[in-house]
Nanobody, 118 residues
Framework: QVQLVESGGGLVQTGGSLRLSCAASSSIFRFYMVGWYRQAPGKQRELVATITSGGTTNYAESVKGRFTISRDNAKNTVYLQMNNLEPEDTAVYYC????????????WGQGTQVTVSS
């Protein structure tokens, strides 16, 4: 079992920046694909960005050019740098770690709130 702990959320004005962190309890984390998801009130959870164990990244169209996902395997941590934030980015952000070929390896963090004021 791997525990994931998100941090870095908060309240920011439109155009501001935040950096979210997802810290894992085990170094095996480095072999996992990690994704950031978000869920706004009344909406379904949506994928924001992913990074593979090899460092390949993918982004939702709505955040391309504004968000950057990265990982530091020495610290068992994945980051989401969020720039030029918009009110539409307001949501609870969740970290997910998994091995796509093994359904048993699928872990979630508890989430961190991001609120962007207009």
């Amino acid at each position: 079992q791997v525990q994931l702990v998100e941090s870095g959320g908060g309240l920011v004005q439109t155009g501001g920046s935040l950096r979210l962190s997802c810290a894992a309890s085990s170094s095996i984390f480095r072999f996992y694909m990690v994704g950031w998801y978000r869920q706004a009130p009344g909406k379904q959870r949506e994928l924001v960005a992913t990074i593979t164990s090899g460092g390949t990244t993918n982004y939702a169209e709505s955040v391309k050019g504004r968000f950057t996902i990265s990982r530091d395997n020495a610290k068992n941590t994945v980051y989401l740098q969020m720039n030029n934030l918009e009110p539409e980015d307001t949501a609870v952000y969740y970290c997910n770690a998994k091995v796509p070929s093994d359904y048993r390896i699928d872990y979630w963090g508890q989430g961190t709130q991001v609120t962007v004021s207009s």
